[in-house]
């Protein structure tokens, strides 16, 4: 254990292991299992039922029928009253039509004010199409979807699966649609005519309802036979909506807007009655809407809605005067479909409105027994009750079948909407339902793992020596070790198994499959090495007073970054999470500046009083010196960060005030917005070229290459319209070749670098004379001999192997920092593209003043384990910093699609999903690079490995401690309101930035690596050439 | 640290603190029943400074005042007209170099400048304004960025503590502005305002808290306890 302890890739193992656990949180939080995309085909219909022939067509078929559907956006319950809605009150009251209570699913994503420039009409349609996505998705496919369904179609919303308006294309039915164009974006393809208005522009409440309007008197004219053009029609109207967004529900802006919709439905029906076919006109809201703004969405006002339901001719509603039954929002797509004498979508759990179901008996019992069945082929137990029901539902319409009698048909009627009843419930919530058991084993994981983690960094900010004498004291055998291992293996198998079967759980995760048996065997192997890493590194952990040489900003740091996580226990802090890392950022640099002024105070107050002990100490008035000239420096960067935390409003609340690029993307600042550009590539560019010094530049190829690289950007800039130039050229390049040639340029200029390191070049460098006082990567024999060279040969090495490999190091991790740098630039955003330079030099300037010798009046002191602590913390902070600076928040609204397609001809998930994330974590690499850039310059190879092997856990402890604090919040509220809106996003992009991390430390692990192959392979060549 | 060696200074220190802790809760109860509490911001209640810098000047002049009345003499003669204006022009650099850096860390940049001069008179008031009147420009400044050196009385160190605690107030003020509770007085400048006001007077609080602590340490030796904690908490500052 003691190995597993010290080496330096363990934390990074169990990082891996905490993603695990985290993605069997991810499967119990959304289960994969729903929409299996069945299509339904008019052969599915039963023609026997319980061994008695019946033609299920025959019995199937229904008069030919036009359907209307028109959704009110926002229409709530006490809307549909003689007052606002007078003559739909009169069909109610003489019962030509019925009302019913439909109760709308809570809204996902809450719609912010938006009186938007052009840039935040993207963000807006996101919103929007996430907003419409369940009620659409509920009244089109008849099954309730998940957050899964729209995570996993990102980027691409329309519906795969099975819906009415398939259904109804595949029966040759003519499907119209005017309103809203999410509908023509959730499916696509689907619609005979069509006219999709866009409106982000709330204050808009006539105009798009309007555009509805005016295609009714054409839609509605009946041909010369009498018949109407099409056969479903929807018609969505949103005006309503925004007026409650606007003034809220008690404005009197909304008689007349309900006015204006009764309207629309007298036309309709009076068309509807010339017909010379059936008709149904279905006027339901998708949800409601509450008396004032603010949140919510829970109150009854915002969740109840009406549906009402009007037939031509002939059509007297059976309901009693009153509020009417209650309906789901599913029920609407069977309806629908039977009506367009269609198949009920295939994975609909809906029912019939009760209002349609035809008073022929054997109609009506074919009817209930095919949604039956339809929804007990979907999962369904079959040692349920209400299955047992359906069974002797069945039973009794064969009987009614065979024989006639009416009281069986009586029984199978009540017996029929009995189970289908419970059915529709149980397939309803087990779409929403959690795999507790799951869940639960993933959370342990993760809190052991992060317990684990948290003692190995304990353990490795010890001093080495401490650590060295430990070591000695615990020699068991490994033999040993290995029975107490497979007995607490077998202990924690027993436990889990325990725990299994006294829950009773229905969890896959119990089922001892094949394929789960393997995850169940890895959860006890995990919890089993955590908890011997943990003990090894408890036992092992004696000295830590390294840790009182912390000051208040290390304090700061650390309290920070614990609290943040506890932070999310409030769902505000979750969606203005950047508003929490702005006040510690803020406040981490005030507490540096009046450090720094005290200083620089305190040595100009020495200097005044006693001269002698200044002009003593060169090294004190070096070090005054330097803070005098670091004050203007940190104020600058200040003012840096205090512009570009303008640049993007993010979260929720203050979304929709303007910022400052909004105002760089107006055409008339666009000469703005070009510098911004130029200024910011221009300084990654000197960056990149200042980083080439620790390379080998071998006749200034580094330098060529990077300034070719930075030179595609530029150029793709250009032809991307966002640069102007007085190149007309380039507008007529391809961007594609473009970008393919920046990538051939990085490939080539790596490796270049690891030629130059074998010494393909060496000759070349002779020639051109540069002979460079840093040749860094030639072999040399050290010059001095050690006294015990004779003692220990193998480990003592004649060859200088360890500075080389510290130099290949060195110059690999920053051509890493460089290529990220100028990755990202070419990704972002025009005006953001200055944040890049920003991260560097807010990362260099940081790193200095954190140094704990600054303030540090006692010299000779070792404070090197305590700077790692704080520079891997203050990193992490600016990358988070960062990550918000750029417009990123906790909600799916924000991700950047556009970046995701940079150089690309066609989709490709792989390297779009890549792109899109290296975009939205810039911030965090460029910062993560810059640290390890850092760390490899330091003095020499052994403290390198040290030092990165506290970094490595440090990274570790803190995302896995983040994850699994965030895993216990999300456990907590999974009820909630916001359990889609807030929670869930914030999950997956926990999700991912724990990849990142993985990714980054893995890539790290590689350079390593990759010193070692070729230290290897440069030794046994140089022997075998010695031979 | 506090001592009980200067039975005359500590005496100084716990009147103007609870003549502190008097004064400042009445303006804000009188402001608050007037109704004007959130319009702390604007211009128009440049009373309620005008008012603290009377207080304060007052208090300065008791802590000033010595019962000795050979120094009293001295001391009377050597204030300056000079002085005096070498103080203001000071007590005006503080003021625009807060003003700036309240802007630097987040204040509307374009707009609102009323309100963020209006914070940054105030703050001016609370911290520097009774150190300099107190000691002077180049005293007061080495005093209150820790020059430990420097022979620190009891007052001089209530003194630092109060600004400290008056800077951590308006900054611990602004946790609330961005929080959708949707409440009036989430407006720029007023929690920073008020949190400035409210450290203020935490801080003077404290010290009387500390000073009765301290005495009542004497007959019971068990508070020393209290009393010490107290006093390494503020070194570790």
């Not at chain 1, 309730?144 to 996993?152: C, I, K, N, Q």
């Not at chain 1, 005519?193 to 295609?215: A, K, L």
């Not at chain 1, 000759?763 to 030639?778: D, E, L, M």
Request: aromatic share 12%.
């Amino acid at each position: 254990m003691q190995s597993w302890l010290q080496n330096r890739w363990t934390s990074l193992s169990l990082l891996i292991m905490a993603l695990g656990g985290l993605m069997l949180f991810l499967y119990g939080f959304f289960p994969l299992k729903y929409h299996s995309g069945t299509l339904a085909h008019m052969d599915d219909l039963p023609n026997f039922i319980d061994g008695i022939s019946i033609d299920g067509h025959e019995v199937y078929k229904t008069e030919e029928n036009s359907v209307i559907l028109m959704v009110i956006d926002g229409l709530r319950y006490d809307f549909v009253t003689d007052e606002y809605m007078p003559y739909t009150g009169q069909l109610l009251k003489n019962k030509s039509a019925c009302i019913y209570v439909s109760v709308a699913e809570p809204p996902t994503v809450t719609m912010p004010r938006i009186k938007s420039p052009q840039r935040k009409k993207e963000k807006a349609q996101w919103r929007r199409t996430i907003n419409f996505w369940r009620d659409i998705f509920a009244m089109m496919t008849g099954s309730v979807s998940t957050f899964a369904d729209v995570a996993l179609n990102f980027g691409a919303p329309a519906v795969r699966g099975d819906s009415v308006l398939r259904v109804a294309a595949s029966r040759g039915r003519r499907s119209v649609m005017y309103g809203d164009d999410t509908w023509l974006r959730l499916f696509p393809g689907l619609w005979a005519e069509y006219d999709g208005t866009t409106s982000f522009y709330v204050t808009d409440y006539t105009e798009v309802d309007n555009n509805v309007t005016r295609h009714l008197d054409k839609v509605l004219a009946p041909d010369e036979k009498m018949k109407p053009s099409f056969d479903f029609l929807v018609l969505h109207y949103l005006g309503l909506d925004h007026i409650g967004h606007l003034e809220g529900a008690r404005s009197p802006m909304i008689k007349p807007k309900l006015l204006e919709m009764d309207a629309v439905v007298k036309k309709i029906y009076t068309a509807m009655q010339k017909w010379d076919r059936a008709g149904t006109l279905i006027v339901c809201g998708d949800h409601g809407m509450r008396d004032a703004g603010g949140h919510g969405g829970a109150s009854p006002a915002e969740l109840l809605v009406p549906l009402v339901l009007a037939r031509t001719p002939l059509f007297q509603c059976p309901h009693p005067a009153g509020p009417g039954p209650t309906v789901a929002q599913v029920d609407v797509a069977p309806s629908v479909a039977w009506l367009l004498n269609a198949p009920i979508p295939g994975e609909s759990v809906g029912r019939l409105l009760p209002a349609l179901l035809p008073s022929d008996l054997r109609q009506h019992l074919y009817l209930l027994h095919v949604l039956a069945a339809h929804n007990a082929r979907q999962g369904v137990p079959t040692d349920a009750e209400y299955y047992k029901q359906f069974q002797r539902a069945q039973s009794q319409f064969a009987h009614y079948l065979a024989t006639g009698q009416q009281s069986a048909a009586k029984i199978a009627k009540d017996f029929y909407e009995e189970s289908l009843e419970a059915m529709s419930k149980y397939l309803s919530e087990q779409m929403v339902d959690l795999d507790m058991f799951a869940i639960g084993i993933a959370v342990v994981i993760l809190y052991f793992i992060a317990i684990t983690l948290f003692c190995i960094t304990l353990y490795s900010l010890q001093p080495e020596q401490t650590r060295k004498t430990s070591t000695g004291h615990h020699r068991k055998s490994s033999a040993g070790l290995f029975v107490a291992f497979i007995i607490v293996l077998i202990i924690c198998t027993i436990i889990l198994v325990i725990s299994c079967f006294i829950t009773e759980t229905k969890s896959q995760f119990c089922s001892f499959n094949s394929a789960w048996i393997l995850v169940f065997a890895l959860t006890a192997c995990v919890l089993t090495m955590s908890y011997f890493i943990a003990k090894t590194a408890i036992e092992n952990t004696k000295n830590l007073t390294t840790l009182n040489d912390f000051n208040i900003m290390d304090y700061l740091l650390i309290f920070g970054t614990v609290f943040h996580s506890w932070s999310f226990f409030g769902t505000s802090f979750i969606e203005e999470e950047h508003m929490t890392w702005y006040f510690l950022w803020n406040t981490l640099m005030l507490f540096i500046l009046l450090r720094t002024v005290v200083v620089v105070i305190m040595y100009v107050g020495k200097m005044f009083i006693g001269a002698t002990e200044v002009q003593e100490k060169p090294e004190l008035y070096k070090k005054m010196d330097f803070n005098i000239g670091l004050l203007p420096k940190w104020v600058l960067l200040i003012a840096l960060h205090r512009y570009l935390r303008t640049m993007n409003q993010t979260g929720d609340r203050w979304l929709f005030l303007p910022d400052t690029a909004d105002w760089l993307n107006a055409p008339e600042n666009s000469i703005y917005l070009q510098a911004h550009l130029v200024i910011g590539t221009i300084l990654t560019l000197t960056i990149c070229l200042w980083n080439i010094r620790y390379m080998n530049n071998v006749m200034h190829m580094h330098t060529a290459f990077t300034i070719a690289a930075a030179v595609c950007i530029l150029c793709y800039r250009i032809n991307t319209k966002a640069l102007g130039s007085p190149f007309d050229d380039i507008q007529s390049w391809d961007p594609v070749t473009i970008v393919n040639f920046f990538w051939g340029v990085l490939i080539a200029q790596f490796v270049f670098e690891i030629l130059t390191y074998i010494g393909t070049f060496k000759i070349c460098s002779i020639h051109t004379g540069t002979s460079r006082a840093n040749n860094k990567f030639i072999y040399n024999k050290p010059k001095a001999k050690r006294e015990d060279y004779f003692y220990d040969p193998l480990v003592e090495e004649p060859w200088n192997l360890d500075e080389v490999k510290l130099s290949l190091a060195r110059s690999v991790s920053h051509l890493m920092l460089n290529y990220i740098m100028l990755i990202v630039i070419l990704l972002m955003r025009p005006h953001n593209v200055i944040m890049v330079p920003s991260v560097f030099i807010t990362c260099m300037l940081t790193s200095k003043c954190l140094d704990h010798k600054l303030l540090d009046t006692r010299p000779g002191r070792n404070t090197d384990i305590v700077d790692t602590l704080s520079q891997v913390l203050v990193h992490l902070w600016i990358g988070q910093v960062f990550f918000f600076y750029q417009g990123n928040s906790n909600s799916l609204a924000s991700v950047d699609l556009g970046s995701g397609y940079v150089g690309l001809r066609e989709y490709c998930a792989v390297r779009v999903a890549l792109r899109m994330g290296l975009h939205a974590y810039g911030g965090p690499a460029v910062a993560g690079a810059t640290l390890f850039a850092h760390i490899a310059t330091a003095p020499s190879w052994h403290q390198y490995l040290q030092t990165l092997w506290r970094t490595v856990n440090i990274f570790a402890v803190h995302r896995t401690y983040a994850v699994a604090l965030y895993c216990i919040v999300t456990v907590f509220f999974r009820h909630h309101l916001f359990v889609w809106t807030v929670f869930s996003p914030k999950l997956l992009y926990d999700f991912v930035a724990t990849v990142f991390t993985i990714q980054a430390l893995t890539s790290i692990a590689q350079i390593v690596g990759l010193t070692h192959f070729t230290s290897w392979l440069a030794k046994t060549l140089t022997y075998k050439s010695r031979l | 640290m506090f001592s009980l060696k200067n039975q005359l200074e500590l005496r100084k220190v716990t009147i103007s603190s609870l003549l502190t802790c008097i004064y400042l809760p009445s303006i804000v109860t009188v402001v608050s029943f007037k109704g004007l509490l959130y319009s702390v911001g604007n211009g128009s209640s440049f009373y309620i400074l005008v008012l603290i810098f009377l207080a304060e000047l007052l208090k300065s002049f008791y802590l000033n005042a010595s019962n000795d009345i050979q120094a009293k003499r001295s001391k009377g003669n050597r204030i300056k007209v000079s002085d005096i204006l070498r103080s203001f022009i000071f007590l005006l650099v503080t003021l625009f170099s807060f003003f700036i850096g309240i802007m630097l860390f987040g204040a509307p940049i374009l707009d609102c400048h009323e309100e963020t001069l209006m914070l940054s008179s105030l703050m001016t008031l609370l911290t520097v304004f009774p150190l300099i009147a107190h000691s002077g420009v180049e005293a007061s400044m080495q005093q209150l960025f820790g020059m430990k050196n420097y022979g620190r009385d009891s007052i001089t160190e209530m003194l630092v503590n109060n600004s400290i605690m008056t800077v951590c107030g308006a900054w611990i003020g602004a946790v609330v502005i961005p929080l959708d509770w949707n409440t009036p007085w989430q407006q720029w400048p007023i929690p920073c305002y008020l949190g400035a006001i409210s450290g203020y007077l935490l801080s003077n609080v404290l010290t009387v808290f500390k000073v009765i602590l301290m005495s009542a340490a004497q007959k019971y030796p068990v508070i020393n306890f209290i009393v010490n904690f107290l006093n390494t908490r503020h070194h570790v500052k």
